[in-house]
């Protein structure tokens, strides 16, 4: 069976640098999220649009993992894929299960 290797790029922080990306043929482009703030960020949030409009699958990182926080990045984001790199835990550090 032959299966396409599907390429994801994470760290594009501009629209430019999507189009670059999606360009050169990547299939999921990413951005990584510092703090609840960059979420926020318009140049961000302009940058998860313009991978959805260039027809490539969205996706973020959130380095935090207050439930809240992440809820509000994906609000206000709406990415294809979120990617997680810790256990999501409420405002009193309780794990949720997602």
Same mark, same amino acid.
Do not use: H, I, W, Y
């Given at each position: 069976?032959?299966?396409?290797?599907?390429?994801?790029i994470y760290e594009i922080q501009t629209p430019e640098e999507a +189009?670059?990306?999606t360009a050169l043929g990547v299939d999921h482009?990413?951005? /990584?999220l510092v703090s609840t703030e960059k979420a926020r960020d318009p140049v961000i949030r302009e940058? /998860?649009?313009?991978?959805?409009?260039?027809g490539v699958v969205s996706s973020v990182i &959130?380095? =935090?993992?207050? =439930? &809240?926080? /992440?809820s509000e +990045?994906?609000?206000t984001l709406r990415p294809d894929i979120i990617h997680f790199? #810790?256990?999501l835990v409420d405002r009193a550090g309780r794990?949720? #299960?997602p």
């Open positions: 069976m032959n299966r396409k290797t599907l390429v994801q +189009a670059l990306m482009v990413g951005a /990584v940058t /998860v649009a313009a991978v959805r409009r260039l &959130p380095l =935090f993992s207050d =439930f &809240p926080a /992440v +990045a994906l609000e790199c #810790d256990d794990s949720l #299960d």
